[in-house]
């Protein structure tokens, strides 16, 4: 069984810095992309950032220049650095990789970690 989780979130002012982390666990062959997601209070969940295996990134716009992500691939983690805080990050955040676990891949998320930046 695989497992995906979140740690780092918390309480922070605006202008802060965070740091998540996601380890997924289990029976993994290999893992494809890796991405964090936010879901504020009534709104859909956006992506925020996502890494290849090879170390490709894509970011939301939102957050460029603020948010970092980054992968151990020896750990199946991924981290997302995040500077400059500001309230409209608030959110839940959530991992998900898309990974190899038995036949075929399959995308899993993680339980999600919340995220409040205060003004």
């Known amino acids: 069984q695989v497992q995906l989780v979140e740690s780092g979130g918390g309480l922070v002012q605006a202008g802060g810095s965070l740091r998540l982390s996601c380890a997924a666990s289990g029976s993994i062959f290999s893992i494809n992309v890796m991405g964090w997601y936010r879901q504020a209070p009534g709104t859909q969940r956006e992506l925020v950032a996502s890494i290849t295996s090879g170390g490709s990134t894509n970011y939301a716009d939102s957050v460029k220049g603020r948010f970092t992500i980054s992968r151990d691939n020896a750990k199946n983690t991924v981290y997302l650095q995040m500077n400059s805080l500001k309230p409209e990050d608030t959110a839940v955040y959530y991992c998900?990789?898309?990974?190899?676990?038995?036949?075929?891949?399959?995308?899993?998320w993680g339980q999600g970690t919340q995220v409040t930046v205060s003004s």
């Open positions: 998900n990789a898309d990974l190899l676990s038995g036949l075929r891949f399959r995308v899993h």
